[in-house]
């Protein structure tokens, strides 16, 4: 086989691995009874977790627990899932060590989608 057909073929893999990925993280969401809220879909009682440590402000360390949850979500049900801003339940929990300690944070709440 030539390198351009090896190459091609590659290709049509993955493309056909990333077409699948979120008719795959959709199947795992809907394990989960989800329920219409505030124009989003979002699941009834099932919560993700993010968490921070060692920065240097509550900011950076909310938006570092913030993009903890978002990843995770991310990995299990797919990008339409991430959206912190459209997630319920949401908790945020930050802790200072002191003078000029470093800042860390948990963040839990119910993800949500778009309501299509």
């Excluded at 190459?7 to 989800?34: C, N, T, W």
């Excluded at 990995?75 to 997630?87: I, K, L, N, Q």
Aim: net charge positive; glycine share 12%; aromatic share 10%.
């Amino acid at each position: 086989m030539t390198k351009t057909g090896c190459f091609k073929r590659g290709l049509i893999a993955a493309v056909l691995v990333s077409l699948s990925a979120p008719v795959m993280a959709q199947e795992v969401a809907d394990i989960h009874e989800q329920r219409r809220e505030r124009g989003f879909v979002c699941f009834t009682d099932h919560y993700h977790y993010g968490s921070s440590s060692g920065l240097s402000s509550k900011k950076a360390a909310q938006a570092a627990a913030i993009k903890s949850w978002a990843d995770f979500v991310n990995f299990e049900y797919g990008g339409a899932w991430t959206s912190w801003a459209r997630s319920g339940s949401k908790s945020i929990k930050c802790d200072h060590a002191g003078t000029g300690g470093a800042w860390s944070c948990d963040v839990n709440s119910r993800p949500c989608r778009g309501g299509r």
